[in-house]
């Protein structure tokens, strides 16, 4: 896959395929297409120390989601509520949207 091309888009259920975090479900949150990472809902998380910025804000530890990369991450069909791969094809009126390769189903109108 070329820098900056995915299928993956906000609010996509995914499942983790691989890394600490490895068959976890999550919302995506964050897509960076530049550097071919999403952040995604309670996965991958750290702890970020942060330095009390005047006498008023004491200092913390922020726990929050790192990204990781997209080919660690595969998307949920709705339909048949499995991990599947994404094809695209145009619809009737010319809209181009993506589909389940597995039960074909439409992925765009089933966003929650």
């Known amino acids: 896959m070329r820098q900056g091309q995915t299928s ?3 609010n996509d259920q995914v499942e983790v395929i691989a890394g600490k975090d490895k068959g976890r479900v999550g919302k995506i949150l964050r897509v960076d297409r530049e550097k071919n990472r999403v952040v ?5 998380m750290i702890k ?4 009390a910025t005047d006498a008023t804000q ?3 530890i922020i ?7 997209i080919s660690n991450v595969m998307i949920v069909c709705p339909e048949c509520t499995e991990t599947v791969r994404t094809g695209k094809q ?16 439409t992925l765009e109108n089933a966003k929650s």
Do not use: M, W, Y
């Open 58 to 60: 004491p200092g913390q």
């Open 8 to 10: 993956l888009k906000v």
């Open 90 to 105: 145009f619809l009737e009126d010319g809209t181009k949207v993506r589909f389940c390769k597995s039960c074909q189903a």
């Open 63 to 69: 726990e929050r989601e790192a990204s990781i990369h």
């Open 40 to 44: 995604v809902e309670r996965i991958n």
């Open 48 to 51: 970020k120390h942060q330095k």
